[in-house]
């Protein structure tokens, strides 16, 4: 069946470059997110990549997937404190006529001052 | 309103009674999600609708749990003879078929004592 794991924790200084990794078992799935929750919020889509294509970029964050291997990373250049969250990878295949999202435990990322 | 509406946020219960939560999606989205997250866990997938259809329950932890949705919209998650250990955050999420990206609502939160 279909899993999507990814570590639990990761700390970085402010400014530093932080990298999240994910891996996922679904080799069907057309859309790879990552979703950013916040201290006391919901969840919210940050970016997504589409199957057919190995990177994008949009600001400070760079989404990298290598299929081959079923690895997606999110880089997030020039971190900040308000970066300070649990970022969720997760997977989207077409299943029985609809989407399917399935979602890794969160990284809770710290960002030291 | 504009976004994916839950309730009630907070629910505390006794052991054993039955409990009833609510979503109401986003007008016109047609996929509809229920999650649970744990204190410390990530998301876990339990239903979706695809309009007023469920192709897929398998995240359904016991037959304790139900779901329906009617007219397309609202989806109601009963949980019957609660446990302890359906203590969580309940998150609701629609989304358009076509693209995947999910919208989330704030959450349940069920405490059952």
């Known amino acids: 069946g279909e899993d999507v794991e990814q570590s639990l924790f990761l700390s970085v200084r402010e400014g530093d470059s932080s990298v999240i990794n994910c891996t996922y078992t679904d080799s069907s799935s057309t859309y790879l997110y990552w979703y950013k929750q916040e201290p006391g919020a919901g969840l919210q889509l940050l970016t997504y990549i589409f199957s057919n294509m190995d990177m994008k970029q949009d600001q400070r964050l760079t989404v990298l997937l290598n299929k081959k291997d079923k690895h997606l990373s999110l880089r997030i250049a020039d971190t900040q404190t308000g970066d300070s969250a649990i970022y969720f990878c997760a997977e989207t295949a077409d299943n029985t006529g609809g989407f399917k999202t399935i979602f890794g435990a969160g990284t809770r990322l710290f960002v030291k001052a | 309103g504009a976004g994916v509406s839950q309730s009630p946020s907070n629910k505390v219960t006794e052991k054993g009674k039955d409990v009833e939560l609510r979503c109401d999606p986003i007008?016109?989205?047609?996929?509809l999600y229920w999650y649970r997250q744990s204190l410390g866990q990530g998301l876990e997938f339990l239903i979706y609708?695809?309009?007023?259809?469920?192709?897929?329950k398998s995240g359904l932890p016991s037959d304790r749990f139900s779901a329906e949705r009617t007219g397309g919209s609202v989806s109601t998650l009963t949980i019957q003879r609660t446990q302890q250990e359906d203590s969580a955050v309940y998150l609701c999420?629609?989304?358009?078929?076509?693209?995947?990206?999910?919208?989330f609502g704030e959450g349940s939160r069920l405490t059952v004592l």
């Open positions: 999420a629609s989304s358009r078929q076509s693209t995947g990206e999910l919208f």
């Open positions: 007008s016109g989205h047609t996929a």
């Open positions: 609708f695809q309009g007023n259809s469920a192709p897929d």
